[in-house]
Structures are given as C-alpha cells and as structure tokens.
C-alpha cells in the first residue's frame, strides 16, 4: 500500500500544474488513499448511498482540493504510513460537520433493531464521532479518564440511539452534554479508593480478555478441530467446548479490528460481570443510563469550555480559514491548541510556521470573528 502511494504520488509530480494527465493521476492517488478508510465503506452486496455516498464524495473532493495544494512539497521516498493516512482522515475531518453527524445518527434511529442495516448505521454514526474531532475535549483530564468518559459515552449512544430526540436539539450537545457529564462521573468513581479499585479489577479482566482474543488465530481453532477428529481429546464433551470458545473468540479477533469500539464497549460489559461488584458500584451505573432527564442548563459549563467547544464544533465553518501555503494551520487547530495550553513556540514547531506569523494570524482573526463567538456562546 505504501509502496503504491509513493509512485502515485511521483506520478502526480511528474505532470504539469493544470493538464488532464495530473488531475486523473490525482484522483487514481485519492481513490488509493480512501481504500484503507473506516467509514462510508458499502455493506455487503449493497451499493453506497444516501448520507454515506454524500460524505465519501465530498471527501474526495476535499481530498483533492487538499492534495493538488500541498503535494509538490512532498518527498515520495519520505512519505510514511502515518503522513497519507493523516492526509485521508484530515479530509474526512472538514467534511465531517455537525450536520452529517446528525443526518448519521438519524439514518441509524431509521432503521429497525436487530437487523444488520441497523448494525451499519451505528457503527458508521460511531466511527464518524471518533474521526470528526466534534467530541468534547477540555483539558484537565488525565487520558485514562477521558477515554473511559468517551468509551462509555460512545457505547451509550451505540445502544440507546433513539433516546435522542431531533425537536430537543442538535445531536453534537446531546453527545457532548452526555460525555461532560461522564467524565465528571469517571473523575469521581476514580477519586473514591473502593470504586477505584474496582474499576481497576474492570480495566485489568478487559485488558486480559482483549489479548486474549488478540492471540487467537484462525490455526488455533483448526488444530483443535483436527484433534477432536483423531480422538487426540479424551474428554470430548470438553473438547467441544473448548472449540467453541474458540470460534467465539477467533470471531471476535475480527471483528476487533472493524468494530473496535463495539467489541471494547462489549468486553467491559462481560469484564464488569464477571466481578462482584459492589451495590454502590452498580447503582452508578444505573443512574448514569437515567441522567439525560437532567436539563442541560443544570450543568455549569465554563465560559472557556463553552468557546472551545463552539470552536472545536465549527457548526457555521467559521474557523476553517488557514494560513497561506499551510491548509493543516487552519484558525481552528490553531486556536484548539492555545486554549489547551500550548505555547506559541509549541504550536510553531507543530505545523513548522514561525511564532510571528502564527501569533499575527491568529490576532487578526481572532478580532473578525470574536463578535460571532460570543453571540453564539450567549444564545
């Protein structure tokens, strides 16, 4: 994969700015690129559409437009993994807007439980949320504890999708108010030793299970079955038993690596049954899945916290306009790093601008859309 990136990329070099043959090299290196993409990929015997043909287009587009800037300061023999898969997810990052987000999660409370079109859409709609950069981040919280507040946020919506009411408001707050009332709740339970520990018990048997799961190989279970058929298994009632473990395991070895948030959500789910938890532990469990009868303006969100989620959710793209010659220093990740507490020489050696060039940038922007930041925030 990598090695075909590269000479696509040469490819795409070697022709003149403006011809046929570059723009059809491009969209050959594109359509390269989206192949290894985690969302907007058909179901099976099913063609794209709707909502998800509309968002895989528009990254194309986007993609594109990002490349045919940038691709000539590209070194084909330097490019890793890491740099063309950025390429990919950045893209998907600006198409990504809080409308799709809602159009997503309104396709998946369209379709019936149960049934694989249902499957789809929510692991589309989880997959989205993860790539979209939408999700609350203020700083203060270790990792531990924000990606416990965002698993446990994302296997709640994966599982009460309909919960969500459109005529309440907008998806991306039903989300965001949902996660900043569970890192608040995480924060707690790991601040009280007993619960603590008890969740250290969760974390560890699902960590054990995952590798576990991990180590399975589809070898492992063939073997096994061919031992059962020799009668090299004396017990053979066990020995079934133990080759249906295995295929339970092994299909969960795959599906790890599609649905990794579903499988995660659904190992500390078994991890959490097989301790005895403690009543306090449980009961909070429960009150968690009841919270959204909370009103939203119960909950005192920070000043600060409000503008960074305003910035980071972009819901009118006012903050997409970047500095010449660098579409990745855009006025959002620029403003997303300061207020998480980075330093002008920080973010200068980030997008390798000069601190001067990013500082004016960032001042005189800030003055033009400083109005519309606090009109939005006080509504």
Known sequence: MKEQIRQLVCQVQSYPRDTQERQQALGTLVKQILRSRKICRPSKGQPLSGI???ILEAVQKQLTQDLEQTIDRYSPQFISDREWTSWRDMAFKKVIDNYRLEQLALEAQGQKTHTKERLYALTELINALQISGKLYHPPGFSIDVYQDAVIRTLGFVFQNINVYNPDKGKFMKWVNFRLYVMLQEVRKELNEPFLQSQYNKVFRTQSDLKRLIKKTKTETVLLWFQLILKGRITVIDQGWQVFYILIVLLKLSQLLTKKPIY???LLFEMAQASLP???????????????????????DIP????????????????????????????FQTIALAYLDGKKWKEISKLFGISVPTLSHFYQRYLKEVAPKIKKSIQE
Do not use: C, W
Request: a neutral charge; charged letters at 30%.
């Open 303 to 330: 000043l600060s916290e409000k503008v960074r989620q305003y910035i980071n959710e972009d819901p009118d793209r006012l903050f997409q306009k970047h500095i010449r010659n660098h579409p990745e220093a855009t």
């Open 277 to 299: 938890l403690s009543s306090t532990l449980s009961g909070l469990n429960k009150k968690s899945i009841t919270i959204e009868n909370i009103p939203q303006s119960e909950i």
């Open 52 to 54: 998800y043909r509309d």
């Open 263 to 265: 499988v995660n959500t």
